[in-house]
C-alpha cells in the first residue's frame, strides 16, 4: 500500500507539505496542490484520515438544478461512475433553479473539503456561487467564462436554431416558444435565441417566449388563450418535461398533437420515445456530458490538465409530434446536428 512518504518522495517535498495537501490541512501553493496530486494518483495513495472511526475518502462536490430532472439524473450517473472507478465520493446538491439558492449550496460543498466541484448554475455569467475563490471546477451544462474556462456543454444556441429550421422545412411558420425562466437557466435562454435567429432568417413573426417555472405548474399548463391570440401551428419547449406538459395542455383543450398543434422538445429522455407518439426533440447526451466533466476534473485536480471547453454533440430525433403542413413531405430519415468537439 503506497504511504504518504512515498507520496512525498515522488512529489519531490516534505511529508508535511504533501499531508496538509491531502488532508487540506494547511496552506500550500497551487503548484504544490498541483504535484502532490499527481503523486498520489500516479502511485494510488488514497487519503485514510479519520474522524472518530469513520475513514474519509476523497470527494468532489456536484451542484445541479434538480435532481428530479431526468437529464441532471443522467449527468449524475456519469459522474458518479467515472468517480467510483477513481476511488472518489460524490456529494450531491442541487439549487432548484434558484440563483440565490446557488451559493449556499457550493458554501455547504466546500464545507466537505472536496477536491475539486461539477457545478451546474443558472447563469454562468451571473452566478454568485463562481464570484469566490475555489477549488479546481468545471462546469456542466454552462458555458466557459474568464474565471471558469473549464466546461462540458453542447451548442444550444445550434440547437434551437435547428430545430427551428426542422419545423420551417416542415412548413411551420407561426411557432411558439414555451420555456422554463430565463433567470433559471441560461440553457433555454440560448435555445431561445437560436430559435429567434432562425425565424428572423426565414423572415417570420417572432412570438415573445412563454416563460414559467421550471418546477411546479406542468400537470396544470394552461395555453388556451397564448394558443387563441397566436394562432401557432406549432409549439417548441425548452426541456423535454415540460413539451410533454405542453401535449398535456393542449389535448385538454381539445387540441390534437400533431394533427392540430405539432409539438417538439429538447433533451432526448426516454419518457419522450414511451409517449404517443413519439416526441420529437434535441438528443442531449447528458451521460456522456457527466461522465466527460467528472474525467475534466479528475485531469485538472490531479494531474495538472490545463482547463478547457468540451463541446459534445446533439441530434435530432423525429418523432410522430411533428407533422408537416402546407405540402410539405419530411424526406429524411435522420439529421445529426454539430460535432463532437
Not at 59 to 66: A, T
Amino acid at each position: 500500500m503506497a504511504t504518504l512518504k512515498q507520496v512525498a518522495l515522488h512529489a519531490k517535498c516534505s511529508v508535511a507539505t504533501a499531508s496538509r495537501v491531502l488532508n487540506h490541512s494547511g496552506p500550500v501553493s497551487q503548484a504544490a496542490v498541483l504535484r502532490v496530486r499527481r503523486a498520489a494518483a500516479e502511485i494510488g495513495y488514497r487519503t485514510s484520515g479519520t474522524t472518530g472511526n469513520r475513514t474519509r475518502r476523497p470527494v468532489i462536490g456536484v451542484l445541479i438544478p434538480s435532481i428530479a430532472n431526468p437529464v441532471f439524473a443522467a449527468s449524475l450517473s456519469g459522474i458518479q461512475n467515472r468517480m467510483l472507478a477513481a476511488g472518489h465520493g460524490v456529494l450531491i446538491a442541487q439549487s432548484n433553479y434558484d440563483p440565490d439558492q446557488e451559493l449556499n449550496a457550493v458554501e455547504a460543498l466546500l464545507s466537505e473539503r472536496p477536491t475539486g466541484l461539477i457545478l451546474t448554475v443558472c447563469d454562468g455569467n451571473t452566478s454568485r456561487a463562481l464570484s469566490g475563490k475555489l477549488p479546481p471546477t468545471v462546469l456542466l451544462h454552462n458555458l466557459p467564462t474568464a474565471d471558469f474556462p473549464s466546461a462540458v456543454t453542447v451548442n444550444n444556441h445550434e440547437a434551437g436554431r435547428k430545430v427551428t429550421e426542422y419545423l420551417l422545412s416542415m412548413g411551420h411558420h407561426r411557432i411558439l416558444f414555451v420555456s422554463g425562466n430565463f433567470a433559471a437557466s441560461d440553457r433555454a435562454c440560448l435555445r431561445y435565441q437560436g430559435h429567434s435567429q432562425a425565424m428572423a432568417a426565414a423572415g417570420c413573426e417572432r412570438f415573445g417566449a412563454l416563460q414559467i417555472s421550471f418546477l411546479t405548474g406542468y400537470d396544470e399548463l394552461d395555453l388556451a388563450e397564448p394558443v387563441a391570440r397566436l394562432r401557432p401551428t406549432a409549439i417548441i419547449a425548452s426541456n423535454d418535461l415540460l413539451a410533454l406538459g405542453v401535449i398535456g395542455a393542449l389535448r385538454r383543450d381539445g387540441l390534437r398533437v400533431p394533427h392540430d398543434i405539432s409539438v417538439a422538445g429538447f433533451d432526448g429522455i426516454s419518457i419522450g420515445r414511451l409517449s404517443d407518439p413519439q416526441l420529437t426533440t434535441i438528443e442531449m447526451p447528458d451521460a456522456s456530458m457527466g461522465t466527460t466533466a467528472a474525467a475534466l476534473l479528475l485531469d485538472i485536480a490531479e494531474n495538472g490538465v490545463p482547463p478547457r471547453h468540451l463541446e459534445l454533440a446533439h441530434r435530432l430525433r423525429k418523432g410522430g409530434t411533428v407533422r408537416a403542413i402546407n405540402g410539405c413531405t419530411d424526406t429524411n430519415a435522420a439529421t445529426s446536428i454539430g460535432a463532437a468537439a
